[in-house]
Structures are given as C-alpha cells and as structure tokens.
C-alpha cells in the first residue's frame, strides 16, 4: 500500500489553476521528487500532503486513509521548509523540541531526543544547543531544520526546495547526505526541487510537473532516457528536437521527412502521415566529415558554429542547412594530447541512429 | 576622493553636530550653574534639581505624561501591531492606499493634527481632560508603531507559523509561542517609539489638553512664559536625558531584530 497517495487532486487559485488533476502514489521508505519550473504546481502539491491547503477536488490519502480534512499536525507528516523557518527567538535545543514541547514528552526524554536528533543531523549537541539560529551558517540552519522534523520520528518528511540557499558544494555534500538519512531512517521522502541535476541524484521516482499537471513519472532513468513530452525532454538535460512527418512505415525502420529528414525504429501507431517529433540526446550523437556518415544512421549536415570546452565533455554547436541549431557532446579525451578535428566553420554531418531517439506525444 | 575633500567632510560634519548639539549642551551645564541670573559659570550646584522636588506643578506634570505615556503606549502598541499584522497577512483592494494612509498620519503637520482632533472631540462632545489627551497620543503613535512592527515582519521567515503548526502547535499556540516572541524586538522599538512621541508633545496636546490635564511639556512652557529660571534647565535636561535613553533602546531593539 502506498504510504502517500493523491487520487485525482485538483486545486485553483484565485484565476488559475496550481494543482491539475494530479495522481500519483509514493511507495513506503522511497524517495519521491516534484520536478519542474516555478508555478508549475510542485510546491502547492507538497501543501496538498502537508495539509496547509485542502484540495478543491481529489482525495489526498496518507496509510490509505483519506486526510482532506485533517490538520497538518494530525497526519504525522514532517517538512522542512524553504528557508528552514526557525524560531528566531528560541536556540538550538529549543528549536529542535518544540515539537515535543507540544506534545508534553517529559523533559528528561525531550532532552535525550533532542541530543539524539542533533547527532543524526551531524551537529555536535554540546556546541549548538545553546547557539541562537542567527549565529548559524546556511548549512548548520539547514541540519536544524532537519532535525527539528526528525525528532517527531515522522513517517513521511516533506521538503520545500531545502538546499536552494546553499552554495554549490554544500548543496552537493547535502544531497548525498539526505538521500542516506531517508536510507538509514526509513522514512519516506518527497523532495520538492526545480534543480533537474538535484531530482537526478537522489530520487527513487521523478514526477515532472508542467502547468499544473503531471507531464512524466518514473525512475530518474526512464526520465531521462525515455521522456515522453519534448517538455520533459528540454526540461531534464538538453535534447534536440527533429519533427516531421511519417513518409513511409516500413518493416524495419519508418521513415519520417521535414527539414531534417530522418529514420525511427517501427512503432504500430507511426502510420503514414502522421507527424513524428523526436528527441535527440547530445551525448547520442556524433560528427563526420560530410559524406563519411556510416551506413544506417541518421544525419543532416551544418556548419560548427561554436565549440564549447566543458572539462569532462565538449559541446559542438552545429547550424544546420535550414537554420535549427543542434549541440553534439563529446566526451573529452585530451584536447593537448588528443584534440578533436573540429574547428568553427567546419562542414560536418551530425548523426544518431535511429534507436538513440526518442518518439515524443 | 582626495584627502584634502575628505578633511573638508569631516569638518562640516562636526560644525553640523556642533549646531545640532551645542544649544542644549549648554542648557544641560548651566542646569549644574550656581547662579539664578548669570549666564557665566559660578559654580556647580545641584541646587535647581532640588527645587524641582518642592514644585508640585512640575511633579504633578511629570506624572501625569508618565501614566499618559504609559497608557497610550499600551494601546498604540497593541493597536499598531494588529495593523502591521493585518497588513501583513491579508491582500484586499486599496491595501496599497491604506498603507500610505499610514505614512499619512506620520507626516501630517502636528498643529493640523491637533486642530482636527479638538474639532472631533468638541463634535462628539467629549470634555477635554486626560483621557482627551491620552487619545490624541495614541492616534499619532498608532501609525509608527505599524510601521516599525511592519518592518519587522517583513523581514521575518513566512514560514514561522506554518512550522510551528506542523510540530503541533494550534493557531493559538503558533501566534503566542512564536509570532509574537519573534516579532518582540519590532514590538519593544515601537512602543519605545510610541512613549517618546507621547512624552515630548507639547502642539497636539496644546489643543486637547483641558483644565487640570497639562503634561510636563505645558507646564513647562508655562513656567518659560512666566520667568526663565534654572529650573527649567533642570527639568529640561531631565525631559532629554530620558528621551535619548529610549531612542538608544529603541534603536538597539530594532538592530537586535535586523540580525
């Protein structure tokens, strides 16, 4: 049985729309992310849960029972928000158990729990305790945030994009972090995030979310390698889009035409006539010379409008005949050592086979 | 910039706080002059404060704008940071107007402000006495403590009561053990504020102020009205020591807030 689960939710705002029609289902211990740009409805879907807002239509399900009506407090739900909104006035202890404070755990208990929930979060209690969040670094916030929601023992943990502030490396150091705690403790995580490399690292499952709706769900994997919208395809690392439509649906290969035209595996739906949009992945295409293209694959010769030195990859940008741009990455083997041959100006043949792409809605 | 334009600075600087400070400097050493008459050094003596003492007039002034201050300290205090909270919370047409409504009233010539509060006080019917007075403070306190509570909440995480619901608490709960708490430095400026304004004003007070109501201020203009003596000096030194000591603690609240 899931442990989270939205039945069909809907939730408007004033004019429009923030929550669409939303469905999904989060599995017992799993790291669950929302993925997608600002106003996309993510963070009013981890409300939803959270049981700030109540859904205009839809249930919202924690244990299988429906929660529409109950209060954030009774749906044993913890969150760590945005900007870790701690209790200006209160220090680290009293931050942290507040929450038992609450619920009239005894003072004794309440001070081992909260020492306990300091040591999860990596904070030394005898340092912090005492400490006012004001003489905090963003980091040290950050963990007392984390163990303030911890300390309740909740079965599901909600966080509000809780890394954003953090610098580059700390953010990275974090991630990691997080993902072992929800590893160690059990607890089931949904991580709201619009930072596509962040959802990639540590999700279990991805949902996309689009105007107000679900564009894709699935393991960071499907995602990435198999998007189903060219939203989805442009929004979780970089595609190249190619459209046409269906010339000839052969048994081997269907043949698409357009600007770029190109072959995709057969498929029973790609009847003749049909328009087809692709996404190319850079790191799946490749470059020749014009007329050394091998036998089989894609391709639509241009001029490299640009090289770009990436460290780990090289990213070609290359102008093709009609006018589209398309980035080719290359993996790096030495520019001193090894330099690859292509310079601005070039003629070039990008090319993919017809596997390497994939069929868009 | 050059050096030489920099000496230049500094210079009208310390002619501006020579300006600004000299006059009531010297009124603060000659309340020390042993002297009824002189305006040249005699010696120092402690003699005017005593006399202060014996005055009842000034005495019975002196209480009176404490329990008015204090009153409509309290009330300015509570109304203001209702406002400030209001505006905070809530978004409905004209919210933008109702806020320089506010800024309105601070910057509102205080003789129009005493006028028209002696013209709604004789409408109503009211008698003019203490309770007139302790009024027409809260309603000019009312805008700054709104303003400064308004800073203060502006700066604070939106998200404070949200989390303290989510560990438990109630609405109640959530206002009492942290909105409040953390808007506490804002609350003290303003009401630090609020007791200033109410402790210095002599216009608006001019105009409400009935038989029997005069605060320290009107007493002590009618003291200077009749005869200057060191007295005046005395109490007015007082009047500013205490000011300038509660502007120093509003000010530290505000910057203990901003942290």
Redesign the interface.
Known sequence: MPVVELRDVSKRFAAAPAVDGVSLAIDDGEFFSLLGPSGCGKTTTLRLI?G?ESPDRGEVLIDGRRVNEQ???DRG???V??????????DVGRNVA??LE??RVPEVERATRVAKALEIVRLDPATFLRRMP?QLSGGQRQRVALA??LV?EPKILLLDEPLGALDLKLRKEMQLELKALNRSLGITFVYVTHDQEEALTMSDRIAVMDHARIAQLGTPAAIYEDPRTAFVASFIGESNLFEGPVTEAGADLVSVGGPTPFRVPPRSDLLPGRTVMVAVRPEWMDLFPPGRVPAGENAASGTVDEVIYLGETLHVLVRLEHGQRVKVALRNEGQIANPIRWNRGDQVAVAWRPEDAQVLE | MTRRFSRWLVASAALVYLFLHAPVLALMVFSFNDSKFSASWMGFTLEWYRRLVERDDILLGLGRSLAIGLGATVVATGLGTLLALAFHRHRFPGKRAAESLLYLAIVTPEIIMGISLLAAFVAVGFSLGTLTVAIAHVTFSISFVAVVVGARLRG??R??E????????DEW?AFWK?TV??L?PGIVAGALLAFTMSFDDYVITSFVAGPGSSTLPLVVYGMVRRNIEPSINAISTLIVVITSLLIYLADRSMRRSA?
């Open positions: 959270a700030f209060r954030p407090y739900v913890g969150m928000f945005q900007n870790y909104a701690l209790f200006p006035h209160l507040f929450g609450r619920r004001g303030r929601a309740l | 604070m995480d998200n404070l949200e989390a303290a619901m989510m560990l438990g608490a709960e942290v708490p953390s506490m942290r």
